[in-house]
């Protein structure tokens, strides 16, 4: 097949699935919260038992960092319910423009607010450090709501139809992300105005990273927001949202991690990326149920591994 034609397919093949995903948000969006909530679970399920490859590589994931703790009956529970809690953050996402006009507040409970405050007070912008863990859209529309300074980076989607969408709905929230890649002079400019930075980590990209431990295992991880933070002696802030069993989030706002500066600067990119690794390692740890274990987050190993991880 020609190129242009591979080309034109696939500009119709996106603008299918945009038109069918931007049909479905708006009908979801004339829904009781609740209805959405159960809708959404019930495709979370429906995607646990007919999506086979995603299904094994959750429950293969989970056997990698829990097999020595938990059992598969466990380990399966966990799965299950982590398709359950991704369908429950996609509907809160969806949401969003309406739980903001309802009263974010009424949903959401924060504590370490102190942290982000001091920020705020000084004007100065950090490295906001987060996962792919509880609803991290919901975080980021709840911090433009309570009126802190953030923007967020994040990689552009494929589909040019649904990138716009997001980039849309952030806006709507009050905050705008930037997109991963050569956008190092907007990042300085926002953060000069003291914007802070929010990131996600915990997901294997090809930008500039490190081998660092994620549950005993090698995984290379992004170290961009660790550079900048020492070139421009910035705050990194770890910063989770998880949901809890009544349908409310509940945000933990943690303590600065203690950076190493010494004078080895490699020595220090790779402890402080561990470090980053750790501190989102341990909300995992505790909730793993609101991760995405479906993600490819060993897949890159080391030279000296024997083979690669899926």
């Given at each position: 097949?020609?190129?242009?034609?591979?080309?034109?397919?696939?500009?119709?093949?996106?603008?299918?699935?945009?038109?069918?995903?931007?049909?479905?948000?708006?009908?979801?969006?004339?829904?009781?919260?609740?209805?959405?909530?159960?809708?959404?679970?019930?495709?979370?399920?429906?995607?646990?038992?007919?999506?086979?490859?995603?299904?094994?590589?959750?429950?293969?994931?989970?056997?990698?960092?829990?097999?020595?703790?938990?059992?598969?009956?466990?380990?399966?529970?966990?799965?299950?319910?982590a398709f359950l809690n991704f369908g429950a953050f996609a509907a809160d996402a969806v949401l969003i423009p309406r739980i903001m006009e309802?009263?974010?507040?009424?949903?959401?409970?924060?504590?370490?607010?102190?942290?982000?405050?001091?920020?705020?007070?000084?004007?100065?912008?950090?490295?906001?450090?987060?996962?792919?863990?509880?609803?991290?859209?919901?975080?980021?529309?709840?911090?433009?709501?309570?009126?802190?300074?953030?923007?967020?980076?994040?990689?552009?989607?494929?589909?040019?139809?649904?990138?716009?969408?997001?980039?849309?709905?952030?806006?709507?929230?009050?905050?705008?992300?930037?997109?991963?890649?050569?956008?190092?002079?907007?990042?300085?400019?926002?953060?000069?105005?003291?914007?802070?930075?929010?990131?996600?980590?915990?997901?294997?990209?090809?930008?500039?990273?490190?081998?660092?431990?994620?549950?005993?295992?090698?995984?290379?991880?992004?170290?961009?927001?660790?550079?900048?933070?020492?070139?421009?002696?910035?705050?990194?802030?770890?910063?989770?949202?998880?949901?809890?069993?009544?349908?409310?989030?509940?945000?933990?706002?943690?303590?600065?991690?203690?950076?190493?500066?010494?004078?080895?600067?490699?020595?220090?990119?790779?402890?402080?990326?561990?470090?980053?690794?750790?501190?989102?390692?341990?909300?995992?740890?505790?909730?793993?149920?609101?991760?995405?274990?479906m993600m490819r987050r060993w897949r890159t190993q080391p030279a000296s591994s024997s083979k690669d991880i899926q």
């Amino acid at each position: 097949m020609r190129k242009d034609n591979r080309r034109i397919i696939k500009k119709a093949k996106d603008q299918v699935i945009y038109a069918c995903l931007l049909a479905h948000v708006t009908f979801m969006r004339l829904l009781p919260r609740r209805a959405v909530l159960l809708t959404m679970r019930g495709m979370g399920l429906a995607a646990f038992h007919l999506v086979r490859s995603k299904r094994l590589r959750a429950l293969r994931h989970l056997s990698m960092a829990f097999g020595h703790e938990k059992s598969s009956s466990d380990i399966h529970r966990i799965a299950r319910q982590a398709f359950l809690n991704f369908g429950a953050f996609a509907a809160d996402a969806v949401l969003i423009p309406r739980i903001m006009e309802n009263g974010i507040h009424r949903l959401i409970t924060a504590e370490g607010l102190e942290h982000l405050d001091e920020l705020s007070t000084n004007n100065q912008g950090a490295i906001l450090l987060t996962a792919h863990f509880g609803n991290w859209e919901l975080l980021g529309a709840w911090l433009a709501k309570c009126g802190y300074k953030v923007k967020a980076i994040g990689a552009p989607q494929a589909n040019p139809g649904i990138n716009r969408m997001i980039a849309n709905a952030r806006k709507m929230s009050g905050y705008q992300s930037i997109e991963r890649g050569n956008h190092t002079r907007e990042i300085l400019r926002v953060l000069a105005e003291g914007y802070s930075i929010g990131v996600l980590i915990d997901q294997e990209t090809k930008a500039d990273g490190v081998f660092v431990k994620f549950f005993n295992r090698w995984s290379y991880t992004p170290a961009g927001p660790v550079r900048l933070a020492r070139k421009y002696g910035l705050k990194i802030i770890p910063i989770f949202i998880r949901l809890r069993g009544d349908d409310t989030y509940h945000i933990e706002v943690k303590k600065p991690l203690p950076l190493l500066y010494t004078k080895d600067k490699m020595d220090d990119l790779v402890a402080n990326t561990q470090m980053c690794s750790d501190a989102y390692e341990k909300m995992i740890h505790e909730y793993p149920e609101q991760w995405l274990w479906m993600m490819r987050r060993w897949r890159t190993q080391p030279a000296s591994s024997s083979k690669d991880i899926q």
